[in-house]
């Protein structure tokens, strides 16, 4: 085991160097005037709040509340971006269909990062590939509320520019580097298929992420499907320029599936 969690650090590492060494040119594939946020390889700087309560998959009732704070920021003249996020969670859930919650805990989520770049841009035929790490910290201040586990996540997504929207399949692959006693570890390889339409004005937008997780350790597969509704505030408000708001409900999709639906309400400040 110790070996596996070597050659697995080792060759995620070489994946990293491999990232960082693209020659990124992101910024020219970022629009000055894309205020929305929703465009991936435009590289603004933004914060974003928002709130998602989710119904679980378990025998009983069962739920939980996150909140997260994320920031984003563009370094290396633009051409990388940085991203950070930092959840609170709550977490009740009846285990055993017996009417008693078996958990019920509050407080710290596990916190992520990702670097991401944009090694090929065909503006062209309007097409781009980003490549990006992203790290998962076992920073949760209960075990219900995290994986219990360090986890590295490099990742691709393919990015097609449309008339009004773009499409951006992505693959990621999962895997943990560092377990606590007891816990599972993690290994998942996660599709996303990202469709986003925008609005003639530019000002509102429709986007759906069907996501399918592949999970190894546990040997199923599950999807959850995103479906968002986003409006510029600037709408009724000339002054917020660059300031949004969104609500996304989700449905989650097989035997194996965490969750069976939630709703998501969000804020962004774009370009500040």
């Known amino acids: 085991m110790k070996f596996l969690k070597n050659y697995v650090l080792e060759l995620s590492t ?10 990124g040119i992101a ?6 005037e894309d205020k929305t946020g929703t465009n991936p390889v435009n590289f603004s700087r933004d914060f974003r709040v928002y709130n998602e309560y989710l119904r679980l998959n378990t025998p009983g009732d069962g739920n939980q509340n ?5 920031f984003r ?7 990388w971006q940085y991203r950070m996020r930092v959840r609170h969670t709550t977490f009740k ?9 078996d958990v019920d805990e509050s407080g710290l989520g596990d916190i992520d990062m990702r670097i991401l770049t944009v090694p090929f841009l065909d503006m062209a035929n309007r097409q781009a590939i980003a490549v990006g790490l992203e790290v998962f910290f076992d920073t949760a201040s209960e075990d219900a509320l995290g994986s219990g586990t360090t986890s590295l996540g490099p990742q691709v997504f393919y990015v097609k520019f449309l008339e009004n929207g773009s499409f951006a399949p992505g693959l990621q692959y999962k895997k943990s580097i560092a377990e606590d006693d007891g816990r599972a570890e993690t290994d998942q ?3 996303d298929l990202n469709y986003l339409r925008m609005a003639e004005d530019k000002r509102s937008w429709f986007f759906m992420d069907p996501q399918i997780v592949f999970d190894r350790d546990a040997n199923n597969e599950y999807a959850i499907v995103d479906f968002e509704w986003g409006w510029m505030m600037s709408n009724w408000f000339e002054e917020m320029e660059g300031h949004s708001f969104y609500i996304r ?7 194996y599936r965490p969750t069976d639906y ?11």
């Not at 996150?66 to 994320?70: C, K, L, P, R």
């Not at 859930?93 to 919650?101: F, V």
């Not at 409900?249 to 035997?255: E, H, M």
């Open 66 to 70: 996150v909140t997260t704070m994320e």
């Open 189 to 191: 390889i996660i599709i």
């Open 249 to 255: 409900p989700s449905i989650g999709v097989g035997v």
């Open 27 to 32: 910024q020219e594939a970022s629009d000055a």
């Open 93 to 101: 859930a009846d285990l055993n269909d017996n009417g008693h919650n």
């Open 73 to 79: 920021t563009p370094f290396a003249d633009g051409k």
């Open 14 to 23: 070489l994946i990293a160097l491999i990232t960082l060494s693209a020659n």
């Open 262 to 272: 939630s709703i998501e309400f969000g804020y962004r400040i774009v370009g500040w």
